[in-house]
C-alpha cells in the first residue's frame, strides 16, 4: 500500500506472543484499523486507533504512535487458529490505505 | 444476516471484454469502497463513495474502471475493455460512518481474464 508498510511475514510459537508491525506517513493521518484476514476469506475489522497509547483489548492489544507513523498489533497467548495475514489500513481522509498484510505463521 | 452482497462469485472474461460486478452494501451504511486485491499489491482502491456521491476514483484507475451507485442499495463496477492483468479478487465494502472506520466486506468477485 502506498505509504503503508509492513513487513512481509511473522512467525511464531503456539502459547507465546506475536507483534504485527505498520508504519505509515503521518501526513493527513486520522486513524488506523486493524484487520485480520484467513486464508481464502474477506478482511474482518479488529480494532480502531487514534490515540496514542497501548489499547488493550484481549487477546488483541494495539498501539499507536502518531508522531512516529508507527502502530502495531500485539497478540497474546497465541493459538495455531491465529495464523492469518494481519493487514493496517490509514485512513488520510477520504483514503482508507491498506497494507500489503503481513502473514503470522505460528507454529505447534 | 444481511451483509455485502457481492455478484457474481466467479467471473471469466475474454481480453477486451466488458464486465460489470455487482455489490449491496449493508443496509443503513453510508459510505461503500470497491477494493481490488492481488497477492503482490494488496488491497488497492478503486472507488469510495459517500452517500452515494463519488468521493475517491482511484486515479490509476480511471481510464477503464467505472464505479457507480444508482441508489443507497445498489452499486456496479465495470471493467471496459479488461485486460488479463485486470486478474484479481475484487472486494466491495461498506461502513456506517468514518468515525470508526469499520468495513465490512463482501465476499469478493474473483475475476480471471484470459
Known amino acids: 500500500g502506498q505509504g503503508v508498510e509492513q513487513p512481509d511475514n511473522l512467525m511464531s510459537v503456539e502459547g507465546t506472543f506475536a507483534r504485527v508491525n505498520c508504519t505509515y506517513s503521518t501526513s493527513g493521518f486520522n486513524g488506523l484499523s486493524w484487520y485480520q484476514q484467513r486464508e481464502g476469506h474477506v478482511p474482518v475489522f479488529l480494532s480502531y486507533?487514534?490515540?496514542?497509547g497501548l489499547k488493550d483489548s484481549g487477546h488483541f492489544s494495539t498501539f499507536l504512535s502518531r508522531s512516529n507513523g508507527y502502530s502495531y498489533l500485539l497478540l497474546t497467548e497465541l493459538q495455531i487458529k491465529d495464523s492469518a495475514s494481519y493487514l493496517c489500513a490509514v485512513d488520510m481522509g477520504y483514503k482508507l490505505t491498506f497494507g500489503t498484510g503481513t502473514s503470522l505463521l505460528v507454529d505447534p | 444476516d444481511a451483509g455485502v452482497t457481492q455478484t457474481p462469485r466467479h467471473e471469466v472474461a475474454e481480453k477486451g471484454q466488458t464486465i460489470i460486478l455487482k455489490c449491496e452494501p449493508v443496509s443503513g451504511h453510508n459510505d461503500l469502497f470497491w477494493y481490488r486485491q492481488t497477492k503482490i499489491q494488496g488491497l488497492e482502491l478503486l472507488s469510495y463513495?459517500?452517500?452515494?456521491?463519488?468521493?475517491?476514483d482511484g486515479g490509476a484507475f480511471k481510464d477503464r474502471f467505472k464505479a457507480e451507485m444508482l441508489n443507497s442499495s445498489f452499486s456496479t463496477l465495470k471493467i471496459q475493455p479488461t485486460e488479463p492483468k485486470d486478474s484479481a479478487v475484487y472486494l466491495c465494502?461498506?461502513?456506517?460512518?468514518?468515525?470508526?472506520?469499520?468495513?465490512?466486506f463482501g465476499h469478493g468477485t474473483k475475476l480471471s481474464v484470459l
Open positions: 463513495f459517500r452517500s452515494k456521491s463519488l468521493m475517491e
Open positions: 486507533v487514534v490515540l496514542d
Open positions: 465494502a461498506s461502513s456506517r460512518d468514518r468515525v470508526n472506520e469499520r468495513l465490512f
